[in-house]
């Protein structure tokens, strides 16, 4: 079997699916790099991604599922400070990112080290989108060992990049290489595959693997039930739809790979090779730069509900990998 793990973008709500690995490492007594043969994330997906195919120096995984939980309760808060609400900071949310990325880039490059793309214990993937070029591009750990010298980036780099996410953290700028080719403006990858399934099975069909070998766990980041009231958005402009634009392109796009998924994979007994774990998120949870305390502990709650409500589900998909 060819084993993939997908994980989607959700800022701070990646400590849910951080949750449900945390539980399938427990489960399975084994690393989660062990378990699967493809890992793809974007935005924090890639974090998580990133996380478990990092090396330590002993050629082992650097951290555990467990330990990505702990990520995103102890640091979280340093990559979405809490800013309190005037009508200055209001006026300038307008016109500028809502985030400094220099806290995020010193804290990724604690994290991560100076690791880089082609060094991961597993085959990686992780999208952004080049607005320079106007067209995606995919952190590629095979394209990294086939071609160093331009794809071969250091994988804070290649975070920070699949994270961008539009409004709140500027860009990341890879700039050109040492014969001045190479250049380009990245965002965030969840503004065109934010659940990136699918690319994680295009990768593996062009890997030439059989689709009734492939397998895939795909873990969400929650999504929202709360209905726009037509009151509410009548007569938006570009103001008014800047932050909820982006939930409903993500959340779009993530049930759309689910539908397209459910009907290239069997996830149905007894051939089951595809498992969607994610849920609606209670109308209480904050926005997904919300890294209080508060709001984390209402997030580890979600994911040991979808763990408690996908218990069989778990265990068959650890009978599989």
């Not at 808060?77 to 880039?105: G, Q, T």
């Not at 969400?220 to 402009?237: A, C, I, M, Q, V």
Request: include cysteine; hydrophobic fraction near 40%.
């Amino acid at each position: 079997m060819f084993r993939i793990l997908s994980i989607d973008g959700g800022g701070i709500h990646g400590v849910i699916p951080a949750v449900v690995l945390e539980e399938i490492e427990s489960r399975a007594g084994r690393p989660i790099s062990d378990l699967f043969d493809l890992f793809v994330g974007t935005s924090t997906g890639g974090i998580l991604a990133t996380g478990l195919v990092l090396p330590a120096a002993d050629g082992e995984p650097r951290y555990t599922a467990s330990q990505l939980v702990d990520f995103y309760t102890t640091r979280g808060h340093e990559i979405f400070p809490s800013l309190r609400p005037s009508w200055f900071s209001s006026i300038v949310s307008l016109v500028s990112e809502r985030f400094s990325e220099k806290p995020y880039e010193r804290i990724l490059r604690e994290y991560l080290g100076d690791a880089r793309l082609s060094e991961t214990l597993k085959p990686l993937i992780m999208p952004s989108y080049d607005i320079k070029a106007g067209s995606p591009y995919f952190f590629k750990t095979r394209r990294a060992i086939e071609n160093p010298a331009h794809r071969d980036h250091a994988l804070w780099e290649a975070v920070r990049a699949t994270s961008a996410a539009p409004t709140y953290f500027e860009p990341k700028s890879l700039q050109p290489d040492a014969q001045g080719s190479f250049s380009k403006l990245l965002i965030d990858g969840g503004v065109f595959v934010n659940n990136p399934t699918m690319c994680a099975y295009a990768e593996a069909l062009d890997l030439e693997h059989s689709p009734d070998e492939i397998i895939i766990a795909s873990l969400g980041t929650g999504h929202s039930d709360e209905e726009l009231k037509k009151p509410r958005w009548r007569n938006w402009g570009q103001a008014y739809w800047a932050r909820p634009i982006s939930e409903v392109m993500m959340d779009g796009s993530a049930d759309a790979v689910h539908y397209q998924l459910k009907r290239v994979v069997p996830d149905t007994s007894p051939d089951k090779r595809y498992f969607r774990f994610d849920t609606y998120l209670p109308q209480d949870i904050g926005e997904f730069t919300d890294a209080s305390a508060a709001n984390l502990e209402k997030l580890i709650a979600v994911g040991r509900q979808i763990v408690t409500s996908n218990s069989s589900q778990i265990d068959l998909l650890i009978s599989k990998l």
